[in-house]
């Protein structure tokens, strides 16, 4: 695969698929995090496309079941099509918001069979009828393995599960493991972290999307919240500083990486802003800024 040395900055300010508000703030935070002028200087041609469209929550009713759906898939459908339009060899970066924004970003970018790499504390993998809570940030990596609400799924369905991987996981509802076993999504919790160690798991997740353009769909909650504690659902026993640096190293020397989403970044729960300065520290690590 090519090199890219064009990088694409576009935001989704969007916390509806969410129960807790402030992640559509991240956007601010990581461009407040120096994300372009880092990216910048390790060589890189930066536009930053600015925001979709996301109406304010306090103007919207919530719904029982997959609450703000026609405006979660509007402001995805718009992604999509605004990244279906970039030019070859343009790398985008997603910007969340909640991670409902996926479905448009994957979607987006998809060229063919493509492969998804979801580090992420939870499973993102209930649908409206296994979901605890029905906030549709719980739902992406389902509807675009084809799972879910028929409205999402008719546009955002864009990957096989079997060339999807989770890596971890430390919190999943009971709905989202049957789901994943059934469907054949290959899943690293911290368990296996734990036992195999980040290098190991990442040349097994590599060797199984040998050959495949990569999407890295980030979010913040992977990391301990003693490290990240801007995010919206903190889950104790996270990813290390370390292990998260040396995941992304390992994938970026992989060159299949092809496109990323930084979401989940919560400011109001934050601490001076460093939990979108280690995302951003993780987005330069897979974008291929080394130690020496």
Known sequence: MPPMDRVAVIGVPMDLGAGRRGVDMGPSALRYARLLEELEALGYGVEDLGDVRVPLAET????????????????A???????????????PIVLGGDHSLSMG??????????????????????????SPSGNIHGMPLAVLCGLGHPRLTEAFHAVDPKDVVLIG??????????????MGV?????????????????EEVLAR???????VSLDADVLDPTLAPGVGTPVPGGLTYREAHLLMEILAQSGQVRSLDLVEVNPIL??????????????????GKRIL
């Open 60 to 75: 919207l009713r919530a719904r029982r079941h997959a609450s703000y759906l026609e405006e979660i898939r509007q402001a």
């Open 77 to 91: 459908l718009e992604l999509k099509e605004r990244l279906k339009a970039l030019p070859e060899g343009v790398f």
């Open 105 to 130: 970003s994957v979607s987006g970018v998809a060229r063919g069979r493509m492969g998804v790499i979801w580090v992420d504390a939870h499973g993102d993998f209930n649908t409206p009828e296994t």
């Open 169 to 182: 996981v430390r919190s999943l509802d009971p709905g989202e493991k049957r789901l994943l076993r059934e």
């Open 186 to 202: 290959a899943v690293y919790t911290m368990h296996e972290v734990d036992r195999l160690g980040v290098a190991r798991i990442a």
């Open 209 to 215: 999307l040998e050959g495949l353009p990569l999407h």
């Open 270 to 287: 934050d601490e001076r802003n460093r939990t979108a300065e280690m995302m951003v520290g993780l987005a330069l690590s897979l974008l």
